[in-house]
Every structure is written in C-alpha cells, then in structure tokens.
C-alpha cells in the first residue's frame, strides 16, 4: 500500500506543479476534471446507498461554477447558483411526480454537491487567478500536502490516542500534531523560498498560512470521510491506486483553497 501511494504521489505532484505554473486553460481543464469526476464519485456513493440525486444537474453546476470564475470571477456567482437552485428543485419535482418517493432529499444532496465541489471547487480557480497567484498556489496546496504527509508519517510511528475513532479510525492526535508541524515548517520554507520570485510570499505570511491550514484542513478530510462511512466505505473510488478516489485527494484541498484565498486577500 506504502509503495503505491508513493508511485501515485511522485506522478501526480510533478504533473499538478507544472499544471499550476502553467496556468490557463490546462489548469483550468485540470480542475474542471478533477471536480466532475469527484462529483461522479459523490453522485454514486449516494446513488449506491439509495438516493437519486440527479447527475447532470450536478456535474453542470459544477463546471458551470468554474467556468462561472474563469470568465467572471464572483461577479455572476448569485446568478448561477440561483440558477442551479432552481433548476434542481424543478428536475427533482418531476422525479417526484413520476414516483422518485424521497425526491426532497435528494434535492438536498443534489444542491450539497454543487455548493461542496462546485462553490468551494471553484476556489482552486480563483486562488490561482490572484496577483502572484502562481506562487500562491504553489504555497497553499503544498502545505496541506505536507500537513499530510507530517500527519501519515507521525501517525503511523506514534499513534496512540484516535482523532475521530467513529469517522475515521486510522487517525491520531499524535500524527494531527505531527501534521501541524510539518505543514508549518515546510510552509515558512517554501514562502522563504518563493520570495525570492514574489515578495509578497513572505515567511510570516507562510506561517499564518501554514498554520491555519495545517489546524482547519484536517475537518475537509473528516468531512468526507463522513459521508463515505454513514455508507460503510473506506474510498470514494479506486482511480488512485493506494489512495481511493479524486474526492479522497481533493477533500483537504477544497477547505484549503477557500481558506487560502482570503487569509491571502486578509494578509494583504
């Protein structure tokens, strides 16, 4: 398992930092894939246990977000999701009338989704967008890459006391701790680092940045690992060999890209 999570990790962050510098439209085809097949992954874990939220209204609004920030920034985001509001109470009224017996709460799911990976997807979209928001991105995402790797390596050498024993039983204080530390260090480094390009990223601000996520980014991880255990899963998928689905490799980072992007905008 150790093995393949690393053969996973060493082909997609070389991949995903090049996507980053790059920016643009592979960026931004990056994203849209990345959350239209998590959406198809959420879409079926309810679907499987026994819901009908409605696939299509759900993948649309998610692209719809994105390309929403692509173009606009937030300047129709009211406009779209009102939108998407509407259009999903309509479809899911219909599923009623044609006999879908619990049509109001998969509306609910169907709107859960849009909000979770279309709202909060479309961050990644945003936070890349901002002046120097190459290196910003660069900041952000690692350091959650880091509080996990601290939190993996932490845990699995001094895990004694469970985090969240019901939502997620592999996870320890100890290696949350251990999170928190090498996402803090490792984010006041590479903020040293990309200072040298932007002076912006100061280390100070990769401290109050490292820190932040590395505390707040763990609920994204239990978040979804709380809708994948109310349906008795470990993964949301298996695309990822080691590491389950895109939704398992995204969760900490959608809580990362909005929490980024205004500690950036507040830090000035």
């Known amino acids: ?3 393949k999570r690393l053969l996973v990790v060493n082909l997609l962050i070389p991949a995903l930092v090049l996507l980053i510098v790059l920016g643009g439209w592979p ?5 849209l894939f990345a959350l239209v097949w998590a959406a198809w992954e959420y879409w079926r ?13 759900l993948a649309a609004g998610v692209i719809s977000l994105v390309l929403g920030r692509v173009f606009w920034n937030f ?3 009211d406009i779209i999701l009102s939108v998407f509001v509407l259009v999903a109470m309509a479809a899911h009224v219909l599923r009623y009338e044609r ?11 169907t709107l859960g989704g849009i909000l979770y990976l279309g709202w909060l997807g479309s961050y990644l979209i945003s936070l890349r967008n901002l002046p120097n928001g190459i290196w910003w991105t660069l900041l952000v995402l690692p350091s959650v890459w880091l509080a996990d790797s601290g939190a993996f390596l932490f845990g699995r050498r001094f895990g004694r006391h469970p985090l969240a024993p019901r939502v997620s039983p592999s996870k320890t204080w100890e290696g949350y701790l251990g999170g928190i530390l090498f996402g803090v260090a490792g984010t006041v480094l590479l903020a040293w680092l990309w200072q040298l ?14 820190l932040t996520l590395a505390v707040l980014t763990p609920l994204g991880d239990l978040g979804e690992s709380m809708i994948k255990r109310q349906f008795g899963l470990k993964d949301s998928g298996n695309v990822l060999p080691g590491h389950g689905g895109i939704m398992d490799r995204i969760d ?3 809580w990362a890209a909005v929490i980024g992007y205004y500690l950036v905008i507040g830090l000035g």
């Open 75 to 77: 300047q129709y985001s």
């Open 197 to 210: 390009r932007a002076a912006e990223v100061t280390p100070v601000k990769g401290l109050v940045i490292g």
């Open 27 to 31: 960026y931004t085809l990056l994203i």
């Open 252 to 254: 900490s980072w959608l």
């Open 45 to 57: 874990i309810f679907h499987d246990g026994g819901y009908s939220p409605a696939l299509a209204v």
């Open 99 to 109: 006999g879908q017996p619990q049509a109001a709460a998969d509306l609910g799911i």
């Open 1 to 3: 398992m150790l093995v």
